[in-house]
């Protein structure tokens, strides 16, 4: 019993270690693994890199890489729009401070300019109070210059003897009038002295009062000066600081253009990489609407059913042939009957009709226009409708640089990849990626006459069924 525990006890040692040297192997494995996963930084980004990288790996492992440098894109998109989000918010507060800056140093300047027109007055005003100072010295010297002279006479008419006095003047009284009046004088000469010396006083008090107030105003406009001066330096660094944000701003859109660029050429090349014939299987079908719900956020389910209802998925893509293009008549395609109205000609007031636009897309495509097939006329309105998506030729116009723009090549209203994706960009521009309902529904029938008129509901509840069928097939194919 002690030998059977001792063997069992050894083949779990022997277990243990095996799953640890297991481990480790995968543990090794996974790092090597890692170690050799590619920078998608560098072959993402170079069209040169993603054709070397394919060229060594077959077409679905180039197209999972392609997908994972989609992926990658995708990341450096968000980033970059992150990027340029703050630079702009940087940006916005420079210019604002800049702004700022710009209307404190207009205000400062308008006050140096107020403060300079009132020295300039102040100087004025100066000038004239040191001539009235001028005035009133030549006042005060003449007027002691007469006192002088008034106060001599007093004094020598003081001198004057008995004798004199009698010899001099007729009558005594005279003498006594001519002194009288020579101290009367002499009385107010001294209250004019006084006057003009408190005059010639208030003056150089005035004139200095002015010269302070000259002095403040003079060591303001100094200060504003040296503040308006520290504003435009200030403003100035701003302004290159913008410079700089500014260039970082446009090195960030260049980066996100070119990103973009890269992420449309790599879209399109997985469309290539999509290998379908014209009338594809309901699996080939799914794998295109599924990456062409990547491009326009249009479901997959709805998009089928769309072209289901269209072409049956590009198995019936029209039985007539243009053979008119003046009368826009025709052919059946299979017997060679002749069909009025298989495509919409030039109408009689000159406008461009479908015939015109027709003959401009099969020319792009190198095909022979009478030998193209599109949709027979109805038993009303014209026929014209090309390919698996039957746009007729000047709605297909209305798309055709957009699908060029992601596939990269001149759009093919009879390819069915060009097909998918320019029925979706229609779809979505009505509302379709909402994947609502009501605004499938809508978008379903726009697509089919143009307007959400309810004579032709039958074909948007048809749509909508079969979406809702598809939803089904598609829960089984994907395991749901």
Known sequence: MSRCIFKKNSLFVQLSFFIFLFSLFLFQWRVEVIAES?????????????????????????REFLEKCQEYLAQKQVQIEKDITKTQKEKKTLENQIYVLSNQIKNLAYQIYQSNVVIKDLSLQIKDTQFSIETTVLKIE?????????????????QKSMVEIFLAEARL???FENLVALEELSSKNR????????????????????????????????????QQKESEKTKKEREYFLGLTEAEYQKYLKAKEETEKRAAEIR??????????????????YDIAKYVESITGVRPAFLLAVMTQESNIGKNVGQCYLKNPKTGDGVVAHNGKEVSGVMKPMGLSGRKGDVDDFLT????LGRDPYNTPVSCPMSYGYGGAMGPAQFIPTTWMLYRDKVKGITGKTADPWNIKDAFLAAALYLADYGATKQTYNAEWKAAMIYFSGSTNLSYRFYGDSVMKITAEYEEDIKEIEGL
Request: charged residues 35%; hydrophobic residues 35%.
């Open 38 to 62: 590619p920078d998608l930084s560098q072959i993402c980004e170079s069209s040169e890199e993603i054709d070397k990288k394919c060229a060594e790996i077959s077409a679905v492992e180039c």
């Open 142 to 158: 003449d007027s002691g210059r007469k006192l002088t002279n008034i106060l001599r006479a007093i004094y020598e008419e003081d």
């Open 173 to 175: 009284s005279d003498f």
């Open 191 to 226: 209250k004019l002295l006084e006057n003009i010396k408190e005059m010639r006083s208030y003056l150089e008090s005035q004139k200095q009062s002015l010269d302070e107030e000259k002095q403040d105003l003079e060591n303001l406009v100094t200060i504003q000066t040296l």
């Open 268 to 285: 399109a090349r997985i469309f290539e990489l999509i290998g379908v014939p014209e009338a594809p299987t309901f699996g080939e079908a």
């Open 361 to 364: 897309i099969t020319a792009e």
